[in-house]
């Protein structure tokens, strides 16, 4: 067993590639390296290393999709460092969410025009291990059991059985003799937010309970280190260690350092990058689409401080890797490149994220008014991920994919008044009043932007005063200019990654479901705006924001 001050030394020092190296030192700390680094070179032994990269997303190569230029980040410059850093002594793990996301794996999924790029992706770079993220199943038991059967990695998955299988743990014996038990696990939340259809024959059991009985398993065959690849995040702060996400359990990585007998634990599903230590366990994140990666070097005596190395500070490109997706890229951008509709009055870009949701773009209303037509809901309810960069006058493909990176269904429910005003309510949270004016309340971007969960709601119209307590701000909801009351009922379309009740909307539970539209949201938008050729879109301005009750900020 390694010795336990090691990790006051990860405490103590912790250097990022790309970030600068924090200025906290300990005199003891160097010379305890120096006179192991004395030793390691007497032994003639090498350290043991892994390298580990997490929510890929499909980005592998350098090319931004969005703009149809080149990209500081991809799998293509992270792959030219592991290339450097690997020896027989290197293992190298991916953490899942490898392969959705991009407009590449869009196209595949979409067309089977050319072979899975996943699949000769992960085996390009030669991982080692492969852990399941939570997008790896919006697809369906079909596609992902075809790209593990193709990928040369072997899966680690602990919590997650396709047709009653889940492998064996995996415990990896370097060169020096050293055995690390690698305990891969997902999130929970796979079986919220995805269909039912894609998890037929898929078991998706507690993270938590998983966890910690493997760890025993772990300990019980005496490894030398046990680590956790969890494709989920932490809960808590991890400076102070205050919530500040929900405690509903999709992020659990908090609870697993309070609670287990883990010596690291790799994360994940967040797209944040950090390496902190807490309760004495090493803890990662690197970031998604491939613009970070975690490398930790270990030996018999001690674990040296994890390395965050972003592409962004990499000067060297596998073009072996970009050369491998050549023909496949092309394709891909000739599709992203059809013109499909024309915008009636001008583009519909997004600026500035944050004024996009204190000044409801409209966007938003061009999306819903889209949903309704789509659904016949009375309502119609939508977010937008953080990075959305809306439609130009002539809206292609590439707009559409760039504006809804991730796959999504709608779903129909049946509310009323009262359960539609407590859903406004969530929506209000994401504002704070600050010297007369209305800004983003903090703690819905930071350590985490989560814009994405902030909803607007077509279909009616409502006034909300930010100085009022939470949960007390809407003071005035109508539709066709009478006042809604509690009793109301009406249809409302969301999708069904918002139905889930994700992002603190647990009161969806108390609508009842009508309908869903089985399409992805993405195919039926296209579909629509090819069909409607020129589209005129109604700008409602139907959302008013308030401080005291005067109308300082409208949408």
Known sequence: MIKKWYKLVVKSYIPIIGFGVPTIHHKWMTMINNYYDFKRQRRKVEMNRIIITTDVHGQYTNDNFSSGSKANYGLAILSS???????????????????????????????????????KALNYINYDYYNFGNHDFNYGKDELVNFIDHIDAKLINQNISIDNYIPPLTIHTFNDGMKVAIIGITTDFVKVWEQDSNLAGITINDSYQVLKEKIKEARDANVDLVIGVYHGGVEKDLETGTTYTSTSGENQGYKFCEDLDLDILFTGHEHREFVVNINDIVVTQSANKAQSMIVLEFDQQQINSPQLIKASSLDSVDEGLNKLFSDEIKIVNEWLD???????????????????????????SFINQVIMDLTDADLSSCGLSVDATGFETQITVRNVLATFPFSNTLQVYVTNGKVLKAYLEQAMTF????????????????????????????????????????????????????????????????????????????MIKDMKFKKELPLDFTDMFIDYLIDKQVINVIDNDNIFLTIGGNNEESN
């Open 81 to 119: 460092e592991i290339n450097k850093l690997r020896d027989e002594n290197t293992i190298v793990i991916d953490n899942g969410d490898f392969f959705q996301g991009s407009p590449l794996m869009t196209h595949y999924f979409k067309y089977h025009q050319f072979d899975n790029p996943a699949i």
């Open 338 to 364: 059809q013109p499909i509709c024309k915008v009636d009055g001008g583009d519909y870009l997004v600026k500035d994220p944050y004024l996009a949701r204190i000044y409801k773009h409209p966007l938003f």
């Open 431 to 506: 504002f704070v009043e600050g010297n007369g004016t209305i800004a983003i309340n903090d703690t819905k971007i930071n350590p985490k932007n989560e814009l994405y969960n902030y909803e607007m709601v077509d279909g009616i119209n409502y006034t909300a005063d930010i100085s009022k307590p939470f949960g007390e701000r809407i003071i005035s909801m109508t539709k066709d200019g009478q006042a809604i009351k509690d009793t109301d009922i009406f249809t409302i379309a969301l999708t069904n990654y918002r139905a889930s009740g994700t992002g603190g909307y647990g």
